[in-house]
């Protein structure tokens, strides 16, 4: 399980940064260690009564022109909204309202092709406009073995890039 996870969405970080306060209620927070780019935001939980750490950030982990065996579902998606539970550690927690971020920013953005990352290790759900929400229940990599499982679900990799 994790404890932190992702939403990366193949639009500008500058168009989620606006998209936050108007869809998920976030608030902006000032914090002089952010990276240059580097965004954080606060939201209250729906599920329990805490709070979510949002930090938006372009996308650093995906590869614009990876090796064949370095593909990975993320390359092509230019915002990352890591998401992380605020206060005590709790897992089931933490995966029910990541899910419920990406659910609502999938609601009011269906136009922009999204992510739902665990622990940069596990691939959730993807959306891609034309083809709908996918939920991967197998525990798949966002990387190049699991290629052809979410390859139709995969901006970029759908078209064979």
């Known amino acids: 399980m994790s404890s932190d996870d992702n939403v990366f969405l193949d639009v500008a970080v500058e168009d989620v940064a606006v998209w936050l306060p108007s869809t998920l209620g976030a608030a902006p927070v000032e914090d002089s260690s952010l990276d240059p780019g580097e965004q954080l935001f606060v939201v209250d939980a729906v599920t329990v009564d805490r709070q979510l750490a949002l930090l938006l950030a372009p996308n650093n982990y995906g590869d614009v022109d990876p090796e064949p065996e370095d593909i990975s579902a993320i390359d092509d998606y230019a915002a990352d909204l890591h998401v992380r539970l605020v206060g005590p550690k709790d897992e089931d927690v933490q995966r ?66």
């Not at 920013?105 to 034309?130: C, D, F, I």
């Not at 990599?141 to 979410?150: K, N, V």
């Open 96 to 161: 029910r309202e990541c899910r419920a971020i990406f659910d609502r920013l999938v609601a009011a953005h269906p136009e922009v092709p999204m992510l739902l990352v665990e622990n940069l290790s596990r691939l959730s759900a993807a959306h891609l406009p034309g083809a709908g929400t996918h939920d991967f229940k197998e525990s798949i990599s966002p990387d190049y073995p699991h290629l052809e499982t979410w390859r139709p679900w995969v901006r970029g990799w759908r078209e064979g890039r």
